[in-house]
């Protein structure tokens, strides 16, 4: 198993920016798809940006040209860049790893075999 640590999270004004780290531990991490969730309460969680072990980027529509997904597969690392956030913008992110490689993109909660324990954004307006 993948265990994923997120940071950087917290409270940012509307049109600023954050930049979310994971931290990955387990063997052969390079290798697997990562990705990058939100959930809000009441919502299902919802994916935000995913990147394959070749460097290949997935966006939600709502996010494209404001947030950049990228690894340093060397350090074990996924980053989420924010930036221009918005009010919307804010939820518990998570860090995912899919493991089983199943779908050249996944996209779903349940293509991904193991989670972060989220980090809270919040933008104020």
């Known amino acids: 198993q993948v265990q994923l640590v997120e940071s950087g999270g917290g409270l940012v004004q509307a049109g600023g920016s954050l930049r979310l780290s994971c931290a990955a531990s387990?063997?052969?991490?390079?290798?697997?798809?990562l990705g990058w969730f939100r959930q809000t309460p009441g919502k299902q969680r919802e994916l935000v940006a995913g990147i394959s072990s070749r460097g290949n980027t997935n966006y939600a529509d709502s996010v494209k040209g404001r947030f950049t997904i990228s690894r340093d597969n060397a350090k074990s690392t996924v980053y989420l860049e924010m930036n221009n956030l918005k009010p919307e913008d804010t939820a518990v992110y998570y860090c995912?790893?899919?493991?089983?490689?199943?779908?050249?993109?996944?996209?779903?909660?349940?293509?991904?075999?193991?989670w972060g324990q989220g980090t809270q954004v919040t933008v104020s307006s």
């Open positions: 387990g063997p052969t991490v390079s290798r697997y798809y």
């Open positions: 995912a790893a899919d493991i089983t490689r199943q779908r050249a993109i996944p996209t779903m909660t349940r293509d991904y075999q193991s």
